[in-house]
């Protein structure tokens, strides 16, 4: 019986002594300065961000070969969509207007209308101009300049626009030191300038609104006298605008009249010759519009 309990003790003991070896926990390597461990093996980590360097080498030739390998999708540029592609005869569009608008049809012959020295914008057209300068077709002479989108116009007049009210500067100051010359009372004087363009809505269509208002003030701050140009173009096609002027004159102002009531007449007469352009342009916006009325002119 002695022997059996001896027996049963020395196996429980061995049980727990196999026990006790087997949940013991192995030593974890170690690696020196500059290296971790990674899958058991130590490998360099020279810049310390825990990433083997041999990795980071492999990552970053990986990243040049696809880098080198890159093929960029082809950039396609696609024209807006074309808003006018009808061309009128230029001839047909000059008779229409002597014949559909002209109180003395004799005033409507149209000319060639040159400029000396011609700078940017201005050698992009040609211009045919009535007697009067009322109106006056602008021409575009290259293929690569035609006007097929309304904001193309409106870019191609903002850029002559520009170039004018710069001009119009240069020429308001010289027009001082000339009058000077003969009229003491221009002796120091100067001018205020106000330019503006605008849209219109005329027919359903867009026209663009020029006004030039040029106001000169003797040294005093009194009124001495003032001009304008007031034009409204219309986009008849790709390579023709038509330009309507006031026919008539402004209201007279007296000079030395006080600012203030100069002002109020000056405004009154702008207003009244931007009314006048507008009505005449009406039947050029239509003859652009409307090809049945070149026919009728042309009966």
Known sequence: MRNIIFFITLAVIAIIFSACQQNTIPETPSCPAGFILVGGQCCPDANDNLICDDYEEEAAANATEEETNFTPEPVIVREPAREKERFINQSHLEWAIKNLTAEHREDYIFFDRKYEDATEIYRKFTERST?????????????????????????????????????????????????????????????????????????????????HVYVFIDEYDHYLDYTYMIKASTWCDPSHIVQAEPKSYGINVAPKMAMEDALININRSITKMQNETLNRTILIVKLCKNESMFLKSNS
Not at 158 to 169: A, G, I, R
């Open 131 to 211: 007697k009067w300068y009322d109106y006056l077709i602008l021409n575009i002479t290259s293929e690569k300049d035609y006007l097929y989108t309304y904001q193309s116009f409106y870019d191609f007049m903002k850029e002559k626009y520009d170039l004018d009210v710069k001009n119009n500067k240069i020429w308001a100051s010289d027009a001082i030191d000339i009058i000077a010359t003969d009229n003491k009372i221009w002796d120091n004087a100067t001018y205020e300038y106000k330019p503006k363009l605008e849209e219109i809505i005329i027919e359903g269509d867009k026209i663009l609104l020029e006004t």
